[in-house]
C-alpha cells in the first residue's frame, strides 16, 4: 500500500481501480449531485464528436470553422426535415439539436444517473471500460476563477452558454449546460451536456486546465486510506474516472437490467427495443 500524506496529495483528479460492481456501487454513494459518462474502452481520452470528426474529415480546419460550418449548413436545411427550429440566435438549442440527431458539435453528453452511464460503459464494452465522474460544483468555480466575471445567478443561462459558444473566449475550462427545449431522449437517460469553454484548445485540455497539480492514480486500497485521512476528500476532488475491469462487465448488465437500465427503456421506439435484444437471452 502507498503511503499518502495529505499535503502532498492533490485531490483534484484521481482513477479508481475497484475489483468488483459492489465496491464501485458502494463507491458512487459518495458522489451525490455529481454528474457521469460511461466509455467502452478505458484508453479512450475524453474528446467531442466535433474534435473527432475534424481529426477525421477536416484536419486543415480549426475546431471553430469546422463548428461554424456545420451549424450553418444546419441552420440552412432544418426545416425542411424537422418541424422544430430554434430561434436562429439560440447557439445551445442549436448545437443541442445537432448532437440529438447525430452531428458533431463541441458537447458531450453526460447524466445524471451514474448507473445510466454504467450501461453505456459495458452495453457494448470488449475491454476495461470507464466511467467519467465530475463535480459541478467545483468544475464551475473553476470556471468562475477563469476570469468568465458572472456570478453564482447568471452562470447558469442560456445567455451565458451562447455568449461562451458565439464569441470564442479563450477560457480553459469547462461548464455542464443544459438546453430550455428537453428532448424525449435527454428525459429518459436524466442527460445534459458538458461543453468547453474554448474551441482553441481540445476538450480534455479544457477539462483538466484549470486543475492544478498532477494527476494521482491511486488504487482502491490508497482511496481507502485517503477516505480515512481526508473527510472532506469526495467534496474536494473535482474528477474521478472509474475503470471497470472486464471481467465483471456480465455481472453489471445483470443488476442494470433488473434495475429496468437498459436500451428499451434509455430510447424511445422501437430502435430501442431492437437495441434490447443484444442481452435480452
Not at 128 to 143: E, G, H, Q, V, Y
Not at 177 to 188: G, Q
Not at 204 to 226: Q, Y
Not at 247 to 265: F, K, Q, Y
Request: aromatic residues 10%; proline residues 4%.
Amino acid at each position: 500500500m502507498s503511503d499518502i500524506h495529505s499535503s502532498n496529495l492533490d485531490k483534484s483528479y484521481i482513477e479508481y481501480h475497484p475489483d468488483t460492481w459492489d465496491e464501485i456501487k458502494n463507491f458512487q454513494s459518495l458522489l451525490s449531485e455529481w454528474i457521469f459518462r460511461g466509455q467502452a474502452c478505458s484508453s479512450w481520452s475524453i474528446t467531442n464528436s466535433l474534435e473527432r470528426t475534424r481529426k477525421r474529415v477536416a484536419p486543415t480546419l480549426t475546431n471553430s470553422q469546422l463548428e461554424k460550418n456545420i451549424v450553418s449548413r444546419f441552420k440552412r436545411g432544418a426545416h425542411l426535415v424537422s418541424s422544430y427550429t430554434p430561434n436562429l440566435d439560440n447557439s445551445l438549442e442549436w448545437l443541442a439539436l445537432i448532437q440529438h440527431y447525430g452531428g458533431p458539435t463541441r458537447l458531450l453528453d453526460f447524466t445524471r444517473s451514474f448507473y445510466i452511464a454504467a450501461f453505456f460503459a459495458v452495453e457494448t464494452a470488449d475491454s476495461d471500460a470507464a466511467i467519467w465522474c465530475l463535480n459541478p460544483r467545483i468544475l464551475k468555480k473553476s470556471s468562475e476563477v477563469a476570469n468568465l466575471n458572472l456570478n453564482q445567478n447568471t452562470l447558469k443561462s442560456e445567455e451565458v452558454y451562447n455568449h461562451l459558444i458565439d464569441d470564442e473566449e479563450n477560457l480553459q475550462a469547462v461548464i455542464d449546460v443544459e438546453p430550455f427545449f428537453l428532448n424525449e431522449r435527454l428525459i429518459r437517460q436524466q442527460g445534459l451536456f458538458v461543453m468547453p469553454c474554448s474551441l482553441n484548445v481540445d476538450f480534455e485540455t479544457c477539462l483538466f486546465g484549470s486543475l492544478a497539480g498532477p494527476t494521482s492514480k491511486l488504487t482502491r486500497a490508497d482511496i481507502d486510506r485517503v477516505q480515512l485521512e481526508l473527510g472532506t476528500f469526495y467534496e474536494n476532488a473535482a474528477i474521478i474516472k472509474i475503470i471497470i475491469p472486464k471481467i465483471i462487465h456480465s455481472d453489471i448488465r445483470r443488476d442494470l437490467a433488473r434495475m429496468n437500465v437498459d436500451a428499451a427503456n434509455l430510447f424511445p421506439g422501437i430502435d430501442g427495443f431492437a437495441r434490447s435484444l443484444n442481452f435480452s437471452f
